[in-house]
């Protein structure tokens, strides 16, 4: 076997369900290795989880980035315990610090209805919704610059700024026309706020409009974010490639998998396109914890994100048997786990989307 074949993963399950759907996406990425001839040497770290932060007043350690090394990916569950370390704290100490140190750009989430997966849009057929949300991941909204001026006075005053710069807007914009490039409908859609958001709006719009026309063949559209957010739930048969800024590609990133059914079956990665770092991928959802410890959550959303890591290292072949894995073991309601109305666990769904490998 060719050394490149190789993968250094580095293994963080978190926190709650991340713990428990963690093993089900190894599971099936272990199957896919034997079956498709490539290697994984995986790392487990204990760290970037809120036991850690109750041991050590910390999420992770000082040398986290050293720990970790120079792995070929991260493979990630969900962060978060709110009863012992609030979320703000547990997820800028975590997440937010691998997206922002490895300049994990991108936020890519596909959109997808899966045959067998009931869809709260009444009429929806599988076929029907089939899109990617493009999020900028680094910049935008997402800022910590500001601050309070007479607190607790009446006076008080609170001030947040957005941040964009034309690096980061381009890159993003740069890569949702490339995505749409390899599409068949070849369509980007831009969330925009121009008519309320009046300095950094227009400004991602013109970007837009710049961008598109080293593009021409590739069409493109914007919506303001609201009326973007009911398109979303009316026709979402009328999106191919979805961008947007840090903010509105958060909510649009929830918002599209709840359209499809249940984010338990969700998958993100947080990428460096130049691969000059290690890309991110892990489940849409959270730690769940009011799940959390009873073998009841769908590892899909960890099974399906495992599928997006094998095709960003280059692994088409097997990332494409994951999913028709996936799609057999959804079709069938006793390998379904139950936000889905099946009667499977967590372990037997994960089994058996390793067994329909
Ligand atoms: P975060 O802010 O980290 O996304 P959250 O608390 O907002 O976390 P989740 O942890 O994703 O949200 O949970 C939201 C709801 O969805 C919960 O009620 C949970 O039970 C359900 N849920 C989330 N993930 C799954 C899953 N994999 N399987 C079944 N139910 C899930
Ligand atoms: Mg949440």
């Not at 919506?223 to 739930?233: G, N």
């Not at 969700?266 to 991110?280: D, V």
Request: charged share 25%.
């Amino acid at each position: 076997m060719s050394a490149e074949r190789n993968y250094k993963i580095s293994v963080i399950p978190g926190d709650g369900i991340g713990k428990e759907v963690m093993p089900e996406g190894v599971r099936v990425l272990e199957r896919a290795a034997g079956l498709y001839g490539f290697t994984l040497d995986q790392t487990w770290h204990d760290f970037a989880n809120c036991d850690y932060y109750a041991r050590h007043g910390q999420m992770m350690p000082d040398d986290w980035k050293a720990q970790i090394g120079d792995p070929h990916a991260i493979f990630f569950g969900a962060v978060g315990w709110p009863d012992t370390v609030p979320d703000h704290i547990s997820l800028w100490q975590s997440i937010l610090q691998f997206r922002r140190e490895y300049d994990q750009y991108i936020n890519l989430r596909p959109v997808r209805l899966m045959p067998g997966v009931p869809c709260p849009l009444a009429g929806r057929e599988p076929g029907d919704i089939d899109f990617w949300v493009v999020r900028e991941n680094t910049e935008g909204e997402y800022s910590s610059v500001g601050g309070k001026m007479f607190p607790g006075t009446p006076r008080e005053i609170v001030m947040q700024e957005t941040v964009m710069t034309r690096h980061g807007t381009e890159r993003v914009l740069r890569y949702a026309f490339d995505l749409a490039r390899t599409r068949e409908r070849r369509h980007v859609t831009s969330a925009t706020k121009s008519n309320g958001i009046a300095i950094s709006m227009p400004w991602w719009d013109e970007r837009v409009e710049e961008m598109a026309a080293h593009y021409p063949d590739v069409t493109h559209d914007k919506y303001h974010i609201d009326i973007l957010c009911a398109q979303f739930v009316m026709n979402p048969d009328r999106f191919d490639v979805v961008v947007a800024s840090n903010l509105f590609g958060d909510i649009l990133s929830d918002l599209g998998p709840a359209c499809t059914g249940t984010i338990g079956v969700a998958p993100s990665a947080n990428i460096n396109p130049e691969r000059t770092t290690p890309s991110l991928f892990e489940p849409v959802h959270g730690s769940a914890p009011d799940i959390a410890g009873k073998g009841i959550a769908n590892p899909i959303g960890q099974i399906w994100s495992a599928a997006m890591m094998l095709e960003h290292l280059g692994e088409p072949d097997a990332a494409a048997a994951i999913m028709r894995a996936v799609e057999t073991v959804l079709a069938e309601p006793g390998l379904r786990t139950r936000d889905l109305k099946g009667s499977a666990d967590t372990e037997q769904c994960g089994r058996a989307v390793a067994e329909a490998l």
